[in-house]
């Protein structure tokens, strides 16, 4: 019999599936570099992983109510991560001209023309969502005190533990958690205003 699955993330994805939007700007920020990464793997372009990394969390916000906790959350966005990642590089292929003897648009091998979909996946609201939501970010971790900063670059961008924090800061653990905490905290609440149009819509 299978063992019951434990996520950490588990609270704050009951928040956010009714709604709390302070919540899963939580999320966002704590597996953001998690998700870059999954992304990097596939798709090479600095630029194109922050894009896309942007694009998996407005996914994963519209469809949070379809997480169900058969794996961990972290688990689900990567999944989301790498198929957006996917979708992306088919889509580029897809652009390859195949120019019909009737004009200039692009055809499917059907002779369906192609735009509507090449529009679709260069949708101007959702670049323009993907690096708003980077700026937020990179803005407000510019903005943190650096204590908070630099316990919160050690955690998400380095990897490390709490208890190797605590020795590069030299400072307590429990401070530690709370430096990280209140950094993500003021992250999230500046994200929220980002986020807030994409609740419940369809990508």
């Known amino acids: 019999m299978n063992e019951p699955i434990i996520d950490p993330d588990l609270e704050l994805i009951r928040r956010a599936q009714a709604g709390d939007r302070h919540a899963f700007n939580?999320?966002?920020?704590?597996?953001?570099?998690?998700?870059?990464?999954?992304i990097a793997g596939i798709v090479k372009s600095p630029a194109e992983v922050e894009d896309l990394a942007q694009e998996t969390f407005i996914k994963a916000?519209?469809?949070?109510l379809s997480f169900r906790g058969d794996s961990r959350f972290s688990t689900w966005l990567s999944r989301i991560a790498i198929n957006t990642a996917k979708n992306h590089l088919v889509a580029q292929r897809?652009?390859?001209?195949?120019?019909?003897?009737m004009g200039d648009?692009?055809?499917d091998e059907d002779g369906e023309s192609k735009d509507a979909e090449a529009a679709d996946s260069e949708d101007p609201e959702r670049l323009l969502a993907g690096r708003q939501i980077a700026e937020t970010v990179a803005r407000a971790m510019g903005?943190?005190?650096?204590v908070e900063r630099a316990a919160l670059e050690l955690r998400e961008l380095e990897g490390k533990s709490y208890d190797?924090?605590?020795t590069a800061l030299d400072c307590p653990v429990g401070t530690v958690r709370s430096r990280i905490f209140r950094a993500?905290?003021?992250?999230a609440a500046a994200l929220r205003p980002q986020l807030e149009p994409y609740r419940g819509r369809r990508w």
Do not use: D, M
């Not at 939580?26 to 597996?31: D, R, T």
């Not at 897809?94 to 003897?101: D, E, F, Q, T, V």
């Not at 993500?184 to 992250?187: K, P, T, V």
């Open 26 to 38: 939580v999320l966002v920020v704590k597996h953001q570099r998690r998700v870059a990464w999954a």
């Open 61 to 64: 916000w519209r469809g949070i």
């Open 164 to 166: 190797e924090i605590a």
């Open 105 to 107: 648009g692009l055809l």
């Open 94 to 101: 897809s652009r390859i001209p195949a120019r019909s003897a």
């Open 184 to 187: 993500r905290e003021r992250i």
């Open 143 to 146: 903005e943190l005190p650096e």
